[in-house]
């Protein structure tokens, strides 16, 4: 349903989308407070801000935060199966804010969207995986735009990695802010967020028991490390494949077996991808997977399984033999399943992590975009890292939302860390 507000797929889902909005909000309480904050203080008025994120009920809360700050907000998805139209209708409904996103979208509306995000000429951008930056770099049509672009914040691993790839290849014209490589980000969002939220997506589209399950867990990063916790949580037989001799031995001294994709292809009855990077599940690894094998990826970009490969060599492809899962017979007799077509599997076959862990990732996001407009120097074109000030006011936040304090320094603990002269 095209409207001059957006394009959601029906305005009369806004009711349902609003309930689902206000129950995150609760367990929201650090972006409850710098809502109240900017309210008051309208620190982001004159700004226009195209976000390019998954279009869920936390993001909801954060572009509310950032309009009540002063801020002209315009959204589009960042996952064409990650929006959830009711979350999109109601922004648009009830908060007046523009909304480019619909559940299934096609390829070409998914970039016509981006567009309709860039047509109101932001000052800032807000990305998850890059690709709102990455038009406005590689389309001469905004050329120019990127040069007013005051900065460009970044959510996710992959796109932090795609635009640290851009810096080193002179490719980058705008500063970046690697949101994702906050502590208040990725130590939480990525371990906690994705480690639940992967294994509630997959619950959700197979109801499998993990519990004795051979799990084959790709990459030990923040994503990996999440969700093999959680695996072993319930049961489950967690092997890991790395490419990194440093996090493959972190891995084995925490207690999984390590090996190769090629040997655990044999061994695994799940298999999920977290890297990043492309190709992690080959033809190769799909011709010795025993028969039922569930195949999921939690990587941003849907590039980890190579579903083209799988479709190549299937004798059938039988569409949803189950909700969110599609059956490929293979030519030697056995099955295999894929959830969520190779997307994101926590946002394609569930609603995301919780509102209780994207608090800190979207209190870490907004201020981070108040120290930007502050900043009264333009910051150099290059990937930046948030401000420690800035994290260590979330942390605080957070904690005492939870009742709990810390400890603080004595003014001697304080002299004799910035001293040298004391010793034996």
Wanted: include cysteine.
């Amino acid at each position: 349903m095209a409207t001059t507000q957006g394009d959601v797929k029906d305005l009369r889902l806004a009711a349902e989308g609003k309930k689902r909005i206000d129950w995150a909000e609760q367990t929201m309480p650090v972006l409850r407070q710098i809502r109240e904050s900017f309210t008051k203080t309208k620190p982001l008025k004159g700004m226009k801000v195209s976000a390019c994120l998954h279009v869920t009920t936390e993001t909801a809360n954060l572009m509310r935060t950032l309009k009540a700050g002063g801020a002209d907000v315009m959204l589009c998805a960042s996952n064409p199966l990650s929006t959830q139209d009711d979350t999109a209708a109601s922004l648009v409904k009830h908060d007046g804010i523009p909304v480019f996103a619909i559940h299934g979208e096609n390829r070409k509306t998914y970039y016509r969207h981006l567009q309709q995000a860039l047509a109101q000429q932001p000052t800032v951008t807000l990305d998850d995986g890059a690709d709102l930056v990455s038009m406005l770099l590689t389309d001469a049509a905004y050329k120019d735009q990127a040069k007013r672009i005051r900065a460009s914040l970044e959510e996710t691993t992959t796109g932090v990695i795609r635009l640290r790839a851009m810096e080193k290849d002179g490719v980058l014209t705008l500063p970046v802010v690697a949101v994702n490589d906050a502590d208040t980000k990725y130590l939480f969002d990525n371990r906690y967020g994705t480690g639940q939220s992967t294994l509630d997506g997959i619950l959700r589209a197979t109801c499998l028991l993990f519990a004795g399950k051979p799990v084959v867990v790709a990459g030990y990063g923040w994503c990996g490390k999440g969700v093999a916790s959680r695996a072993r949580g319930l049961g489950a037989q967690v092997i890991v494949t790395e490419i990194n001799p440093i996090r493959a031995l972190e891995a084995a001294m925490d207690g999984f077996r390590v090996m190769p994709m090629a040997d655990a292809a044999r061994e695994g009855e799940l298999f999920i991808t977290l890297t990043g990077d492309i190709g992690v599940l080959r033809e190769e690894h799909f011709l010795k997977m025993p028969d039922g094998a569930i195949l999921c990826n939690s990587g941003h970009f849907d590039v980890e399984i190579d579903v083209k490969a799988l479709k190549k060599i299937a004798k059938s492809v039988e569409k949803n033999v189950r909700q969110n899962v599609d059956a490929y017979r293979l030519p030697n007799g056995r099955s295999l399943y894929l959830i969520g077509e190779g997307r994101l599997v926590n946002l394609a076959a569930a609603e995301g992590h919780p509102a209780a862990v994207m608090d800190m990732s979207f209190a870490t996001q907004a201020l981070a975009l108040q120290w930007v407009v502050e900043n009264k120097k333009p910051l150099d074109t290059r990937v930046h890292l948030v401000p420690k000030a800035v994290e260590e006011k979330v942390a605080t936040l957070k904690l005492a939302s939870m009742n709990i304090r810390c400890d603080r320094l004595t003014e001697e603990q304080k002299k004799y860390l910035s001293s040298w002269e004391s010793g034996t």
